[in-house]
């Protein structure tokens, strides 16, 4: 499962910006041993996130293809007559394979694919939680209503689906080649695809500390805030939110407090009811 999501993943991003990751060519299970996994792609050499192009020749920064792959369309499904969040096979982030089951509606997606998915593999791992859950429920059916709702994001325009890497932290980022030959650029890898609101990247990055200073302001020059850009914020607050639950469900310790504290910010400021 996590291998083909993988395959998927490479697949989607590559398609979409073709220096970003590498290519996959296959996966599958070994004869010889039915437990064991392979994954075939071009060959990704790091050099280390400091090195730079020898040629002196300048290359599109990691913000400039982020924001190429999250201003592209989502491709339209099979047996669909326009683009849905979700992905066509399982993936994983971490160890947790995640539901992408397709949806129209972005809110719909997080609330329940992501945020009520993830509560329920949290339980799985640590036991019922009745605070949690109710913090979780809350979340999902009155601050993820507000703040994605479709007839609110971008003057009720709603978002378009593009490809998100799904775990874009620093551990999956570096400077490589692509193949034998060529210069060395910005590479992402280890991916766990969706097609989501572009800034649902946002969120794993803010947990982790980002990619620098510059590197937002590079990135939103090209690929803008969605309206309302007041909401930014709270809505990469909660994008942050899905990580700490998986994690929680991964770990258990101190990513459940994480947890809560966003989740109670997020109700205070949205919860009217």
């Given at each position: 499962?996590?291998?083909?999501?993988?395959?998927?993943?490479?697949?989607?991003?590559?398609?979409?910006?073709?220096?970003?990751?590498?290519?996959?060519?296959?996966?599958?299970?070994?004869?010889?041993?039915?437990?064991?996994?392979?994954?075939?792609?071009?060959?990704?050499?790091?050099?280390?996130?400091?090195?730079?192009?020898?040629?002196?020749?300048?290359?599109?920064?990691?913000?400039?293809?982020?924001?190429?792959?999250?201003?592209?369309?989502?491709?339209?499904?099979?047996?669909?007559?326009?683009?849905?969040?979700?992905?066509?096979?399982?993936?994983?982030?971490?160890?947790?394979?995640?539901?992408?089951?397709?949806?129209?509606?972005?809110?719909?997606?997080?609330?329940?694919?992501?945020?009520?998915?993830?509560?329920?593999?949290?339980?799985?791992?640590?036991?019922?939680?009745?605070?949690?859950?109710?913090?979780?429920?809350?979340?999902?059916?009155?601050?993820?209503?507000?703040?994605?709702?479709?007839?609110?994001?971008?003057?009720?325009?709603?978002?378009?689906?593009?490809?998100?890497?799904g775990d874009l932290?620093?551990?999956?980022?570096?400077?490589?080649?692509?193949?034998?030959?060529?210069?060395?650029?910005?590479?992402?890898?280890?991916?766990?695809?969706?097609?989501?609101?572009?800034?649902?990247?946002?969120?794993?990055?803010?947990?982790?500390?980002?990619?620098?200073?510059?590197?937002?302001?590079?990135?939103?020059s090209m690929c803008?805030?969605?309206?309302?850009?007041?909401?930014?914020?709270?809505?990469?607050?909660?994008?942050?939110?899905?990580?700490?639950?998986?994690?929680?469900?991964?770990?258990?310790?101190?990513?459940?407090?994480?947890?809560?504290?966003?989740?109670?910010?997020?109700?205070?400021?949205?919860?009217?009811?």
């Open positions: 499962m996590k291998c083909l999501g993988e395959h998927a993943s490479l697949n989607a991003i590559h398609d979409a910006v073709s220096n970003l990751c590498p290519k996959s060519f296959g996966c599958g299970k070994f004869e010889s041993s039915t437990s064991t996994y392979f994954l075939v792609t071009d060959f990704l050499n790091l050099s280390g996130r400091s090195s730079a192009s020898s040629s002196g020749k300048k290359v599109p920064t990691l913000a400039e293809k982020l924001a190429q792959l999250h201003t592209q369309a989502a491709p339209i499904p099979n047996g669909y007559t326009k683009a849905q969040f979700g992905f066509p096979v399982t993936t994983c982030c971490g160890d947790t394979p995640q539901d992408n089951t397709y949806r129209e509606s972005w809110a719909d997606f997080y609330a329940n694919n992501r945020l009520r998915f993830i509560l329920k593999r949290s339980e799985r791992s640590n036991g019922k939680d009745p605070e949690l859950a109710e913090l979780v429920e809350a979340t999902a059916s009155r601050v993820v209503p507000r703040l994605l709702g479709d007839d609110h994001l971008n003057n009720g325009k709603g978002v378009i689906p593009v490809v998100v890497h932290w620093s551990g999956n980022a570096s400077k490589g080649v692509i193949g034998t030959t060529g210069l060395v650029r910005d590479v992402i890898y280890d991916p766990s695809a969706c097609y989501a609101h572009s800034e649902f990247d946002l969120g794993i990055m803010k947990m982790f500390g980002g990619f620098g200073g510059s590197f937002l302001k590079e990135y939103h803008p805030k969605s309206e309302p850009q007041d909401e930014y914020a709270d809505r990469v607050l909660l994008y942050e939110l899905y990580h700490h639950l998986n994690h929680h469900a991964l770990f258990g310790g101190g990513y459940r407090s994480g947890a809560i504290s966003i989740m109670r910010k997020l109700l205070r400021t949205y919860d009217t009811s």
